[in-house]
């Protein structure tokens, strides 16, 4: 029997979301920890998939005791064609204190000072194939809006 190594991923641009954000609402010390939730209030889709995002979702956020952020974002798509993209990302934002403080108060910081990223999960019910693969993302965080590209892993 011949052993085979597994394949080697890669990434493959997909698409890229700029999803606008309402005010921060902070919950303050929950039994979950410190608790911080992100309105999604519109944005766009472009790439693999075309269209707005749709209002109505967010980013439920856990702040840990290092100041590193736990993100668990859920917010759906409308298509250019109609359809519909839901997105789930799951992922960590962290950095020097000094610099999520600066992207807490809006200010411009360069994405190469602070880790931000996300694994992705895909549902749609007339796209099968963004439910056949896994996605990884790299985020921009700006004052009122988040900015990433999707990549599919291969």
Known sequence: MTAHEPPVPGLERSFEVVADLGPLEDHGTTRAGHRRIIPVVGGTIAGDFRGTILPGGADW????????????????????????????????????????????????????AYYFRAALTLESATRPEFERAVYLASYIREASRVRYVAYRVT
Request: charged content about 30%; overall charge negative.
């Open 61 to 112: 956020q856990t702040v840990r005791a290092d100041g590193s952020i736990e993100i668990d974002g859920r917010y759906s798509a409308r298509g250019d064609d109609g359809s519909l993209l839901y997105i789930r990302a799951q992922g960590v934002r962290s950095g020097d204190p000094a610099v999520l403080e600066a992207l807490l108060r809006g200010d411009d910081v360069d994405p190469a």
